[in-house]
């Protein structure tokens, strides 16, 4: 998918909402309330495993809705497919 777009999804990650500033996307999981402040360093150890040392191959980023049956990428996608809606009227 070559479109440019946010990574955030639409309407925002669930229980927290959009994310208007820099942010860094983990792997994995991180313990403790949703907004909790992550403090990350360098490691101590040089890391030598294999799944350490593999290169990286992002090809998709998925930014459907994670709220019902989100289907469109992005807000653009949503309004083409839906038209004219009676909030953007008004």
């Known amino acids: 998918d070559l479109t440019e777009k946010a990574i955030p999804p639409v309407g925002g990650f669930p ?4 994310v208007n500033e820099d942010f860094i ?3 994995g999981c991180c313990v403790g309330p949703r907004k909790r402040i992550l403090t990350l360093r360098k490691s101590l ?9 593999e290169e990286v191959k992002l090809k ?4 459907s809705s994670k709220f019902g ?9 949503k309004h083409k ?10």
Do not use: W
């Not at 229980?15 to 959009?18: L, S």
């Not at 890391?47 to 350490?52: E, I, L, V």
């Open 15 to 18: 229980h927290y909402g959009n």
């Open 25 to 27: 996307m983990i792997k």
């Open 45 to 53: 150890f040089e890391q030598s495993s294999r799944n350490a040392l």
């Open 60 to 63: 998709f980023i998925d930014t």
């Open 69 to 77: 049956h989100g289907r469109f990428q992005t807000i653009d996608e």
């Open 81 to 90: 497919f839906m038209g004219m809606r009676k909030r953007k009227v008004v």
